[in-house]
């Protein structure tokens, strides 16, 4: 066998004999078998050579077939019009149209050919430690024109971002304007001031705007939005309200905060078609104004359409205003949160009466939320009591507001018709005092709380609606709850009602 693998591999590359003598043949011999060597290479290289030819051919008809697949896919059997839509419907962002745009001609074409393609928000942010250039303002050009006539949304938080807008960029931005249909700038000086600039009849198709700034800002009023006819949504946040007029009259939902009150109070009032509002004062520029009580020829204003109201004020000086001066006769939801935590219903005596005057005015309530506030039985009954819808009632950091009477009045009595709130669902009393035994808040519970076995036992409806939630938790340095009281509440949680005791 080994000999005739010898003599195969001498025919095929026709080695030389060994020369007799290995001293006198070594040299002539050694060149021979390297010009074999050499030889054999370039075969080789030329053999290799062939095969990268062969492979480029053979990619070459692979790619043929993948465009003639290409040419007969469902995909490209598509109308232009159910192309464009899934384009729409897998765009997120303007970035997602670009990629779109870089498959083929044909998506390039139709991309470009899609307006709402490009309705969203164009690159402004930028990396850390770049800045806008010529270059970049240009592309944001023109994104906007790709998005023409559709309507935009532009969102600038800059206080988050390391971008700055410049000047140049905020005048292209205004290019837009009459297409922006919702408008959201945060401490973006440059677009803040540039408002101005705008004529009236500008944004024709704007609805929602939120103008957040941490300092007063240096512009002249920009009274452009006075002539939005469709703006409904606004959202004023440290801005100078004074420098940004809106059509108040037209507004559903409003949430402003402002270090005036009585300017908010008087914004308040001119939004009569408010649906939802909310209102932060933090004091005034004008204290001797703020602490004026209202008189009684300062007319009553009815907002006719309102159902919530959140407000957060520092002293009972803004309560009183508002309590004065308002009727929300459709108001359902309503939240008081006091900025300063000794604020004291006491010091106040007022407030009782007029809340009450506005509870009456205000007969919808059934949401009630209190916060950060020294007020105590004798001021939270008369509130109760004049809330005959309450279904959800919120305490949140009013220490002594909770005692024995105030659980007794809640009780569910069978020997009484009336009870009060007799629609409550809700009891949240977070960060609450110590005013109240284990033994009546638990028979409280209880008086208001059937499962469900029990409820469809019953020949009637009960004369007060079942416990959806029940959630109390004391402040800080209480003592612990005892024993007997958790295992007894642990009974109710496993009966199915949702009880939270700490």
Not at 25 to 31: I, L, N, Y
Not at 55 to 62: G, L, T, V
Not at 395 to 420: G, P
């Amino acid at each position: 066998m080994d000999l005739d693998v010898t003599t195969q591999t001498a025919n095929a590359v026709a080695i030389p004999p060994s020369p007799p003598c290995q001293e006198c043949g070594s040299k002539s011999f050694e060149a021979q078998v390297k010009a074999l060597i050499a030889a054999a290479e370039e075969k080789i290289a030329l053999i290799d050579s062939q095969i990268r030819d062969l492979q480029c051919m053979r990619d070459r008809e692979y790619g043929q077939i993948a465009s003639l697949k290409l040419v007969i896919a469902p995909i490209r059997k598509l109308p232009n019009e159910l192309l464009m839509e899934i384009f729409c419907r897998a765009v997120w962002c303007v970035q997602s149209a670009l990629w779109l745009s870089q498959v083929c001609k044909h998506w390039r074409q139709l991309a470009h050919a899609t307006p709402a393609l490009w309705t969203q928000q164009p690159p402004l942010h930028l990396p850390k430690g770049k800045t806008h250039t010529p270059e970049s303002i240009a592309t944001v050009k023109t994104y906007l024109e790709r998005s023409r006539p559709f309507p935009i949304s532009l969102r600038l938080h800059c206080y988050s971002w390391d971008t700055e807008i410049p000047p140049a960029l905020a005048d292209v931005l205004l290019l837009g304007a009459p297409r922006w249909e919702h408008l959201d700038v945060w401490d973006c000086r440059p677009v803040l001031q540039a408002l101005a600039k705008l004529p009236g009849g500008t944004l024709n198709t704007l609805r929602t705007v939120a103008l957040r700034e941490h300092g007063r800002i240096e512009a002249p009023v920009a009274s452009v939005f006075l002539c939005a006819p469709l703006l409904r949504e606004v959202t004023l946040w440290n801005a100078d309200v004074r420098k940004f007029p809106m059509p108040w009259a037209q507004l559903t939902q409003l949430e402003m905060q402002e270090n005036d009150f009585a300017l908010c109070l008087n914004i308040l009032l001119q939004s009569t078609s408010l649906i939802h509002a909310t209102i932060r004062a933090r004091g005034g520029d004008n204290e001797a104004a703020n602490n004026a009580p209202p008189t009684s020829t300062s007319p009553l204003i009815t907002l006719p359409f309102l159902e919530t109201l959140d407000l957060s004020l520092p002293s009972g000086d803004e309560i009183n205003s508002c309590c004065a001066r308002l009727a929300l006769p459709k108001l359902r939801k309503l939240r008081i949160y006091f900025t300063d935590p000794d604020f004291d219903f006491k010091e106040w005596a007022p407030i009782s009466t007029l809340f009450t005057q506005f509870q009456l005015r205000s007969p919808s309530i059934e949401d009630f939320s209190l916060s950060v506030c020294r007020i105590y039985p004798p001021e939270l009954y008369p509130i109760l009591l004049h809330a005959p819808r309450l279904t959800h009632l919120h305490l949140e950091m009013c220490y002594e507001a909770i005692d024995d009477f105030v659980l007794a009045q809640l009780e569910r009595d069978d020997a009484n018709t009336s009870h009060l709130v007799p629609d409550l669902q809700e009891l949240l009393l977070w960060e609450i005092g110590e005013s109240f035994s284990e033994e009546q808040l638990l028979s409280t519970i209880r008086s208001r709380w059937w499962t469900t076995d029990e409820l469809q036992a019953m020949a009637g409806p009960p004369p007060v609606a079942r416990w959806e939630r029940v959630d109390i938790s004391r402040r800080e340095g209480a003592p612990d709850l005892s024993d007997r009281f958790e295992r007894r509440v642990g009974r109710l949680k496993a009966q199915g009602l949702n009880v939270e005791v700490s």
